[in-house]
């Protein structure tokens, strides 16, 4: 715009189909396999289907589709002593099911989210500076959490994940020593928990709170021209903070029940 602000943006489009399924490659010398494992087949109606021969689909297929639109802007500020920049984003995601096996198809799944971030940075001297940032973020849960086992129905409470985050800092440099030095806080809700398998039973737990805050501090000395000399040090304080209510649990992918796992500390 003018030697102390400018100003810049973009779009950003994906799609994106998803091609997933275990196929029978090689029946070693047998004439088909047997597989009446998969409990979203009704055997009793279709008993043909336990038959498997080279080609054939077995325990999944279906498609994924994604359809991703985001838009964003950031204004920069430059000056002798302050820079600046506030930045803006939003995003629109679109998710849909197909699954062969349970010959469905969802419907299309439309989540919006978004960013707003800012931070400012003060030149004390020629060789200091102190900066802070902040930001909060929205962002559409990944695939396999709108789907749960990937079936064709979507996830109760489908929430975004939301970080809120806070940094500060102070900066030296010169041409024998640099230090960085920050502080941070991050509440991050919604956080996926993973995923896990115990005595043939799954567990996906789709979101849990946590709270990270911490100090890092690194620097580097040069004090003669051959030799550096670096440290860096982190200390961290990471926990869960949530109560996770109804958490399903799938027996070869299948809902069979839900628990309670408390995370809290």
């Known amino acids: 715009i003018n030697k102390f602000y400018s100003i810049s943006g973009g779009i950003d489009l994906r799609t994106y189909k998803g091609i997933h399924y275990r196929e029978v490659t090689d029946l070693l010398g047998a004439d088909f396999a047997w597989n009446v494992d998969d409990k979203r087949i009704n ?40 820079t600046a920049f506030v930045n803006v984003s939003g995003a629109l995601s679109n998710y849909k099911l ?6 469905k198809t969802t419907s299309w799944k439309q989540i919006p989210g978004g960013t707003i971030k800012g931070g400012i940075n003060y030149n004390m001297t020629e ?26 129905y979507f996830a109760d409470n489908i929430e975004n994940e939301i970080v809120k985050a806070f940094e500060l800092g102070y900066t030296f440099a010169s041409p024998t020593f640099a230090l960085n030095l920050n502080g941070y806080i991050t509440n991050w809700l919604n956080k996926p928990g993973g995923s896990f398998t115990a005595n043939d039973l799954s567990y996906d737990i789709p979101a849990v709170d946590a709270k990270h ?16 000399i670096q440290f860096l040090f982190s200390l961290g304080d990471w926990k869960w903070n949530k109560l996770v209510k109804n958490v399903i649990v799938f027996e070869n992918d299948v809902p069979k029940d839900t628990v309670d796992f408390d995370l809290r500390g």
């Open 127 to 152: 060789n200091s500076n102190i900066f802070f940032n902040t930001g909060i973020l929205s962002k559409a849960r990944d695939f396999n959490y709108i789907f749960p086992g990937y079936n064709p």
């Open 98 to 103: 197909e699954h062969f096996f349970q010959n």
């Open 213 to 228: 805050k911490g100090i890092e501090i690194d620097f580097s000395y040069k004090p003669i021209k051959n030799l550096d």
């Open 43 to 82: 055997y009793e109606e279709n008993p043909q289907a336990g038959f498997k021969h080279i080609g054939d689909k077995v325990d999944y297929f279906y498609y994924g589709f994604v359809r991703w639109g985001g838009v964003f802007t950031q204004l920069e500020y430059t000056g002798a002593l302050f």
